[in-house]
């Protein structure tokens, strides 16, 4: 088995807001993120896939490939957004970190045939990043 | 659904690494330069990985703010800009990064109650780091990889 790793960079805006509580409670909780204005972030994404190195071609997965599952299915949608108001699944989810990485997971896992998607990195700021690895 | 976190801090600190239990010439082999009477320094950079449940209200696995002010506190205000071998914690321990690395784990795990400790990663320069997954962690469970 070999992991195979690919990096990306994408740049996007969003704020942290639950409906469901008051003002005061969102402002507690969230601080300066909860501003409805939005603030931004250059996010880095890291995509880890695994599999046994194909005798063939010497490859765990075409790295094209990889790219362009990751284009079209995350960098199209999220690279200069607002996250909240134009990423489906934000809708009803607070875009943190750690749901940004789920949902990368998400997007990503049903696309990827030759290797398994192995971790999802998203790294929100060079001191903050999140690892999900399709725990339930 | 469970994710884990890391948050990296960093923080500057001297020591000598010197055991009162070896003599000075094998003191002088083991440890080489780390063994000058007068000491010398790093700039660390500390990660600390946290693991949980995404929190359905707050989209997160911590309290950031509580993370950070228990780091601040616990870790950078007690050993930043500090002499290690001055401090209690280093009187029986040579201060190695190794024993700062589970030592910092030990105070987290201690004290840290907002979210579960997984991992005390420790950089004494950007070639030599040391992790430490606590006492339990057997071979092979602390890397996913």
């Not at chain 1, 284009?71 to 607002?82: G, K, P, Q, S, T």
């Not at chain 2, 506190?73 to 290690?84: A, K, S």
Request: net charge neutral; aromatic share 10%; with cysteine.
């Amino acid at each position: 088995m070999v992991y195979l790793t690919r990096r990306a960079e994408f740049s996007a805006s969003h704020y942290y807001h639950n409906p469901k509580l008051t003002p005061e409670e969102n402002k507690r909780l969230f601080g300066k993120c909860n501003n409805p204005h939005g603030h931004g972030h250059n996010y880095t994404l890291e995509v880890t896939v695994r599999g046994p190195v194909d005798t063939r071609s010497g490859f765990v997965m075409d790295l094209v490939e990889l790219k362009e599952v990751l284009n079209r299915e995350v960098l199209d949608a999220m690279d200069h957004r607002f996250l909240n108001q134009e990423v489906p699944e934000f809708r009803n989810r607070i875009p943190t970190t750690e749901n940004l990485a789920i949902v990368i997971w998400q997007r990503l896992e049903p696309k990827l045939k030759v290797a398994e998607l192995h971790r999802v990195r998203v790294y929100e700021t060079s001191d903050l990043f999140v690892d999900y690895y399709g725990e339930l | 659904m469970k994710a884990h976190l890391t948050r990296r801090y960093r923080f500057s600190a001297s020591y000598r690494l010197h055991s009162p239990a070896i003599s000075y010439a094998t003191n002088r082999r083991v440890y080489g330069k780390c063994n000058n009477l007068y000491g010398h320094g790093h700039n660390y950079a500390l990660e600390v990985t946290v693991g949980g449940q995404v929190d359905a209200r707050t989209g997160m696995v911590c309290d950031l703010v509580a993370l950070d002010e228990f780091v601040s506190r616990e870790v950078l205000g007690r050993f930043g800009h500090e002499n290690l071998n001055r401090l209690a914690a280093f009187q029986n321990m040579v201060p190695t990064t190794e024993n700062l690395c589970t030592e910092i784990y030990r105070l987290l795990e201690r004290g840290f109650r907002a979210a579960t400790l997984e991992k005390v990663r420790l950089e004494e320069t950007m070639m030599n780091s040391f992790e430490y997954y606590g006492p339990q962690a057997a071979k092979g469970v602390a890397s996913r990889e």
